[in-house]
């Protein structure tokens, strides 16, 4: 740790954020937990996966 992130964090507890802000961290939290939980225990689907295409996609 630098003393950047130190001075961050002395800053941060000298000035905490609004509760509304805290909120929507937690909520963004949240939603990634969400995601990645849901794509860890269930799965990725098929149709969200990309295809490799070739060097030339027209030569088949």
């Known amino acids: 740790m630098n003393i ?3 001075l961050r964090a002395k800053r941060w507890v000298q ?3 609004s509760i509304k802000r805290l909120i929507l ?3 963004v939290v949240a939603i990634c ?7 860890h225990f269930i799965g990725w689907p ?7 295409i070739g ?5 088949n």
């Open 46 to 52: 098929d149709w969200l996966t990309a295809e490799r």
């Open 33 to 39: 937990a969400a995601i990645y939980g849901i794509e």
């Open 15 to 17: 000035h905490p954020p």
């Open 25 to 27: 961290v937690f909520a």
């Open 55 to 59: 060097r030339n996609p027209l030569k």
């Open 4 to 6: 950047h992130w130190l």
